[in-house]
């Protein structure tokens, strides 16, 4: 894909702009957004290729896999975590079962070498120091538990970056409590759909709740950016 032009992979097949993905797709999925689909990207789900301009390319392949995503998730509610580790599985050149086929959604069975952490192991897989990580304790950047997964340690690990540039966790401890008010606003938002208490009804939140965030997250990046620009330039 890397090496296809703006307008065509190298086999000569044609790529669509987002409009023409929106368009070829919305009369099978009419909640599908522009949005959706930076979404969907952000989350690793769909890779599309970029123009020099930075312009989103979708190949035939992206728009089937585009399909089997948003069927897996309208027929049969799973949540984006269950697609993603079927399609990983997928894309390693595997079979996977269909998820669900003859187990629950989410049993153990769905999530194969979902790894778990002891605190010393944690702090060996981060490349962390055991102050470093009581300091994230102590500032609420990270909560003690008996073990610990992926996600604590690919915070720990950032944590160990920032230490390098002379941030330490002491520095970070309003980001809990901006945390909860952005899940207090996230919630708020999604309460009259959060009533439903179907399967169905809580995949939509779930993927919906972090649709939110991660709009929320394009906010507060982009304000950063702004404002470093312009302490750069003044």
């Given at each position: ?109 769905i999530h194969p ?47 160990v970056e920032l ?72």
């Amino acid at each position: 894909m890397a090496a296809a032009s703006a307008n065509a992979r190298s086999d000569g097949a044609p790529l669509l702009s987002i409009g023409q993905v929106l368009a070829r797709l919305t009369p099978e999925f009419p909640e599908l957004s522009n949005s959706k689909l930076r979404f969907l990207e952000e989350q690793g789900l769909v890779s599309p290729a970029r123009t020099k301009s930075g312009y989103r390319k979708f190949s035939s392949d992206d728009l089937e896999r585009l399909r089997l995503i948003l069927s897996m998730q309208r027929d049969h509610y799973f949540p984006l975590k269950v697609i993603r580790t079927y399609l990983v599985e997928v894309d390693a050149g595997r079979s996977p079962l269909f998820p669900g086929n003859g187990q629950a959604v989410g049993a153990p069975s769905i999530h194969p070498g979902v790894r778990r952490f002891s605190r010393n192991e944690l702090i060996r897989e981060a490349g962390a120091t055991p102050m470093l990580f009581n300091d994230a304790v102590s500032a609420s950047l990270i909560l003690p538990a008996e073990n610990y997964g992926e996600d604590v340690a690919s915070l720990l690990r950032i944590l160990v970056e920032l230490q390098r540039s002379g941030i330490e966790p002491r520095h970070l401890r309003g980001f809990r409590a901006s945390i909860e008010r952005e899940v207090g606003l996230i919630e708020s938002a999604l309460s009259a759909v959060a009533k439903r208490n179907d399967a169905a009804g809580r995949a939509r939140t779930a993927d919906r709740a972090l649709e939110i965030a991660a709009q929320l997250e394009g906010v507060r990046s982009n304000l950063v950016r702004s404002a470093l620009e312009r302490h750069q330039s003044s």
